[in-house]
């Protein structure tokens, strides 16, 4: 069973820094791109940052502030945020998608709470 838990969320001050980590369970988690998603209220969720085993992809609103990495020894995927604009607040999703007998399914952590506020 697929498994994937966000943690490190909280409340910091506009310029302050988090980061977050997504520990992943039930598929080979170094075969499989990871993904960041984020979903404000009364917003569509949208895609933050990407890593496959070494390449990198951003959002323009969050490059050269946010840095995605993985531990695959950890089964971990983190995202590193700095310079944090009050518009970075959401709750923020780790995301892997495969595809098991011939249907691709996205499979999502439980979500953790980012809040930028002075």
């Known amino acids: 069973q697929v498994h994937l838990v966000e943690s490190g969320g909280g409340l910091v001050q506009p310029g302050g820094s988090l980061r977050l980590s997504c520990v992943a369970s039930?598929?080979?988690?170094?075969?499989?791109?990871m993904r960041w998603y984020r979903q404000a209220p009364g917003k569509e969720r949208e895609l933050v940052a990407t890593?496959?085993?070494?390449?990198?992809n951003y959002v323009d609103s969050v490059k050269g502030r946010f840095t995605i990495s993985r531990d695959n020894a950890k089964n971990t995927v983190y995202l590193q945020m700095n310079s944090l604009r009050p518009e970075d607040t959401a709750t923020y999703y780790c995301?892997?998608?495969?595809?098991?007998?011939?249907?691709?399914?996205?499979?999502w952590g439980q979500g953790t709470q980012v809040t930028i506020s002075s």
């Open positions: 995301n892997t998608r495969f595809g098991l007998q011939g249907y691709v399914s996205d499979y």
């Open positions: 039930g598929f080979t988690f170094s075969s499989y791109v």
């Open positions: 890593i496959g085993s070494v390449v990198t």
